[in-house]
């Protein structure tokens, strides 16, 4: 499941009791109801991504790299030291740690989870 | 509302909180939260080079009625190559972190997924503050790292929340 494309970090869902009574959970932009009084509907949030690599460790030895390489080859074609540049960059990750934020419904051994976008139903127990 | 959770890492003998939820945690031979490349792990010419423990925990802020099943996990692929480890346990009690010696009480970080996660907690949990167990990180480089650039590794926190 994704988080909403226009928001760098999803809005978590808020449950409250709606009318009559019944179990509601919201983003502000979708909602999942849960009828049954027997049913359940809970948060299952996640924080993704701690322990990124700082950036400096990556690119340190990886430019001393190049830099050796330009020295012994000072005639290096400028396709390849851009292209070994380029590499470089693809080195370091921009991901920053990311918030998950599903609501969950349950009625029996059936789950619903659902992250604002997408909604899936199933016995399993998912975990983001 | 729903709960405004961090990660903190904490430190020294008091327990120093940093907060590490937009960051990046730094396993090193010394016991601070600095990202920099001071006290590295260094390949040894045999045996293994340890880092200091590295202590992790969920904070609750905000309002919110109970959290329960906090957990950790891994993509379950360790890709730090060869002879370079990350060992992982829960501990209920916060001590002063300390240069790992072995893995005695840890597991394979890379053995907890989505579905098999280290507990750090089942609850439920209610009002603010550090709640669950400590995650608890070590790295070991042994003699057998191939060196070089590895790739960035990742962790998940995760709970359940009303």
Redesign the interface.
Known sequence: MSAAPHLEQPVPFRIFEGADGVKVASNGTARITVLDDSGRLQLRRAIKGLALKPPAEVLIPALNGLATELLADPAMAAEAAVGRLLQIVGMVPLIKPRHVEWAMATLGDVHVYTDGVDVIVTRAELTP | ??AT?T?LEKNGAGGTTTD???????LKKADNST???NNPLVKPASGSDWSFEKW?RLNFAGTY?QASNL?A?TDGSSGLGTGINLWAKAEASYATPAQASSSTGYANAFTYT??A?LSLGAGPFTGTGEKGDHLVLVCEVQSTASG??TP???????????
């Open positions: 509302m729903a959770v990660i590490k939820t937009g960051g990046t945690v730094r990202v920099d490349l992790l009625t957990k996990y989505s579905g996660p070089g650039l960035s590794e990742t962790l998940t926190l995760a709970w359940d929340e009303i």
